[in-house]
């Protein structure tokens, strides 16, 4: 069986090609780093070590890579394989449709109607369908017809945390014993290959929202009020018992909306957020804060981590406190090295912190969230290390 991966870089390497590859596939990584698809293409193995007391390391095989930008090889993997996955960020979907759109035109023009699992594991609600809206347009209509019929895009959840790093081998890749990723098992077609390790299941929806909301809510909520209190890492943000605890406290306000909403086990799911939050403090993992709360403009967006939970908690009429503290304490995230930062900040500026929330977040005017940020954002302003570690 082979898989063919777009990404060769941590999530890439680290998970996604780690449990491909313990599943006897075949893995050809498509990446844009010539050292690292070099050395893949060398070597067909890398090592990944797990952040624990042992250190454990375990060697990847069956591996090599080509360049995105060699269409007709990549259109010809395309062809040829079994599963697609990708890794590259959901803002980065666009860039790879058309490859991919090149390869399913020339496995439809071969008659290749072997089924065809198209796989986007990125922090994203519905990654897959965003794909796939990406890549018809390529597409003429007969060869669209064909792919109906031949080629699915599962959607999937998908949860490790794999901070940046380096090492002297430049393809070794260290990420934490956790992992979870989740498939909608109704989308699968007639002879897929079930991967080891994969959770499939016939509604996605409360396990992709279970995730975004807690864990990927709480990560950036450490690192926004971190990066206010002056903290360097996450480690450093979840020893301070103060900001843990305001961190807990968005995980269950965001549970509370869960729960509410898909009729998680109120008790299991205490057992999650206290999952999550050691994950966060593993003592073997150093994330840096401004690492994690980069790119601010799409995590304060409408159907993102912190206004969309906010806003179906708002409907359930669920106090939600610290989560709109979170939002004001993402708002004041004004680092230099981070682009969209430094576009947040001008936007605010120029056209003012109301009209943000409206059109950027998209909460209108009249909404009571919306009142909540602005106060939230005063009070963090005025003070911001006093307010956030108190």
């Given at each position: 069986m082979k898989a063919v991966h777009f990404g060769a870089g941590n999530i890439g390497r680290g998970f996604i090609g780690h449990m491909l590859s313990a599943s006897d596939y075949d893995v050809c990584f498509v990446a844009r780093n010539p050292k690292k698809i070099s050395m893949l293409q060398q070597r067909q193995e890398y090592p990944i070590t797990l952040a624990n007391k042992q250190q454990d390391t375990t060697i990847v095989n069956n591996v090599t890579a080509i360049n995105v930008n060699e269409q007709r090889?990549?259109?010809?993997?395309?062809?040829?394989a079994d599963l697609i996955t990708t890794a590259v960020g959901v803002s980065a979907l666009g860039d790879i449709a058309e490859p991919i759109a090149k390869g399913i035109y020339l496995r439809m023009k071969a008659n290749n109607y072997n089924p065809l699992h198209i796989i986007a594991c990125e922090n994203a609600i519905g990654g897959s369908t965003r794909l796939k809206k990406r890549i018809y347009p390529f597409l003429d209509e007969r060869t669209r017809a064909k792919a109906e019929r031949y080629i699915s895009f599962p959607n999937?959840?998908?949860?490790?945390?794999?901070?940046?790093?380096?090492?002297?081998?430049?393809l070794q890749?260290?990420?934490?014993?956790f992992y979870e990723w989740v498939v909608h098992r109704?989308?699968?077609?007639?002879?897929f290959k079930e991967i080891h390790g994969v959770h499939y299941v016939d509604s996605l929806e409360p396990y992709i929202e279970r995730k975004m909301f807690t864990v990927n809510t709480g990560h950036c909520v450490a690192a926004y009020l971190g990066y206010l209190a002056g903290f360097r890492t996450i480690r450093q943000v979840m020893s301070n018992s103060t900001l843990r605890a305001k961190v807990r406290h968005v995980m269950?306000?965001?549970?509370?909306?869960?729960?509410?909403?898909?009729?998680?086990?109120?008790?299991?799911?205490?057992?999650?957020?206290?999952?999550?939050?050691?994950?966060?403090?593993n003592p073997n993992l150093t994330d840096q804060v401004t690492r994690?709360?980069?790119?601010?403009?799409?995590?304060?967006?409408?159907?993102?981590?912190?206004?969309?939970p906010a806003m179906q908690a708002s409907e359930f009429g669920i106090a939600i406190p610290h989560l709109t503290s979170a939002m004001a304490a993402a708002m004041l995230f004004d680092d230099k090295r981070d682009e969209e930062a430094m576009k947040m900040q001008h936007i605010i500026r120029e056209n003012g912190l109301s009209s943000f929330i409206h059109d950027r977040m998209g909460i209108p005017e009249e909404?009571?969230?919306?009142?909540?940020?602005?106060?939230?954002?005063?009070e963090l302003q005025r003070s911001k290390i006093n307010a956030v570690l108190t």
């Amino acid at each position: 069986m082979k898989a063919v991966h777009f990404g060769a870089g941590n999530i890439g390497r680290g998970f996604i090609g780690h449990m491909l590859s313990a599943s006897d596939y075949d893995v050809c990584f498509v990446a844009r780093n010539p050292k690292k698809i070099s050395m893949l293409q060398q070597r067909q193995e890398y090592p990944i070590t797990l952040a624990n007391k042992q250190q454990d390391t375990t060697i990847v095989n069956n591996v090599t890579a080509i360049n995105v930008n060699e269409q007709r090889r990549v259109a010809e993997e395309i062809a040829s394989a079994d599963l697609i996955t990708t890794a590259v960020g959901v803002s980065a979907l666009g860039d790879i449709a058309e490859p991919i759109a090149k390869g399913i035109y020339l496995r439809m023009k071969a008659n290749n109607y072997n089924p065809l699992h198209i796989i986007a594991c990125e922090n994203a609600i519905g990654g897959s369908t965003r794909l796939k809206k990406r890549i018809y347009p390529f597409l003429d209509e007969r060869t669209r017809a064909k792919a109906e019929r031949y080629i699915s895009f599962p959607n999937a959840a998908v949860d490790r945390i794999v901070p940046a790093q380096n090492h002297e081998d430049p393809l070794q890749v260290t990420v934490e014993p956790f992992y979870e990723w989740v498939v909608h098992r109704p989308a699968l077609l007639d002879g897929f290959k079930e991967i080891h390790g994969v959770h499939y299941v016939d509604s996605l929806e409360p396990y992709i929202e279970r995730k975004m909301f807690t864990v990927n809510t709480g990560h950036c909520v450490a690192a926004y009020l971190g990066y206010l209190a002056g903290f360097r890492t996450i480690r450093q943000v979840m020893s301070n018992s103060t900001l843990r605890a305001k961190v807990r406290h968005v995980m269950e306000e965001t549970g509370a909306m869960l729960i509410r909403k898909h009729g998680f086990d109120t008790e299991k799911h205490q057992k999650y957020i206290d999952t999550i939050l050691e994950r966060f403090a593993n003592p073997n993992l150093t994330d840096q804060v401004t690492r994690v709360a980069r790119s601010p403009l799409r995590k304060l967006s409408p159907h993102d981590r912190l206004v969309r939970p906010a806003m179906q908690a708002s409907e359930f009429g669920i106090a939600i406190p610290h989560l709109t503290s979170a939002m004001a304490a993402a708002m004041l995230f004004d680092d230099k090295r981070d682009e969209e930062a430094m576009k947040m900040q001008h936007i605010i500026r120029e056209n003012g912190l109301s009209s943000f929330i409206h059109d950027r977040m998209g909460i209108p005017e009249e909404h009571p969230v919306h009142q909540q940020v602005l106060t939230r954002y005063e009070e963090l302003q005025r003070s911001k290390i006093n307010a956030v570690l108190t």
